[in-house]
């Protein structure tokens, strides 16, 4: 089975501070991807990678950064925190090998930011 | 750009009962992939069906089976025989295979199944 592994399910931040939230897959998956989501607004693609060192900016990059610098590890970072980045964020991978295949979801970070 | 909508927010089920969600989509494309994934309280969002849209039978598995009206573009959920277990937020989302798309995923809202025992 896939297995995609979040750092943290829980973590509380100040505003203002530099966060950092790993994701980490074992099956050695080409693309990752990292949504947020909040209730009655579905997932939304802050950031996604398709090779190592690649990354495309999904549909809310403002205030967000990520880096991939080896295939199996994609990182989400908050640059600066703010209020309005509390929420739940959510990492996938999935193959490259054609639309058909489904993302695998780690468990979620639940992020405070105080 | 395309679309996907989850009209119910919350729907609710009695045990061992039928429960239908309900999922439109809006694209101008004739080849997509579509996909119902399944999201329990503090747990992880894991795939329930997927449909591909040049085929015409609707697909199953299990309990679950969906209803894929692509002319009225329209992508229902039927869970039978309810369990304590479905309980969850369910996602549909929608997939381009163009090649521009990088295989990414539009989703829809959510809507939150309550199972009444």
């Known amino acids: 089975d896939v297995k995609v592994t979040q750092s943290s399910r829980y973590l509380v931040k100040r505003t203002g501070e530099k966060v950092f939230l790993e994701c980490v897959q074992d099956?050695?998956?080409?693309?990752m991807f990292w949504y947020r989501q909040d209730p009655g607004l579905g997932l939304r693609l802050i950031y996604f990678?398709?090779?190592?060192?690649?990354?495309e900016k999904g549909d809310i990059p403002e205030g967000y950064s990520v880096s991939r610098e080896k295939k199996e590890r994609f990182s989400l970072i908050l640059e600066s925190a703010s209020t309005n980045q509390t929420s739940m964020y959510l990492c996938?991978?999935?193959?490259?090998?054609?639309?058909?295949?489904?993302?695998?979801f780690g468990d979620g970070t639940r992020l405070s930011i105080l | 750009a395309q679309t996907v909508t989850q009209s119910q927010p919350e729907m609710s089920v009695q045990e061992a009962e039928t429960v239908t969600l309900s999922c439109t989509y809006d694209?101008?494309?004739?080849?997509?992939?579509l996909f119902w994934y399944k999201q329990p309280p503090s747990r992880q969002m894991i795939l329930v069906i997927r449909?591909?849209?040049?085929k015409q039978q609707n697909a199953t598995e299990n309990r679950f089976s969906v209803n894929f009206q692509k002319a009225a573009k329209s992508f229902s959920l039927k869970i039978s025989d309810s369990q304590l277990g479905d309980a969850a937020m369910y996602f549909c989302?929608?997939?381009?295979?163009?090649?521009?798309?990088?295989?990414?995923?539009?989703w829809g809202a959510g809507t939150k199944l309550i199972i009444k025992p």
């Open positions: 996938a991978s999935s193959p490259n090998r054609g639309p058909r295949q489904p993302q695998h």
């Open positions: 099956m050695d998956h080409e693309n």
């Open positions: 990678s398709y090779d190592v060192k690649m990354k």
């Open positions: 694209t101008s494309e004739s080849d997509y992939y």
């Open positions: 449909q591909e849209a040049y």
């Open positions: 989302a929608y997939r381009s295979v163009g090649f521009d798309s990088n295989y990414q995923l539009i």
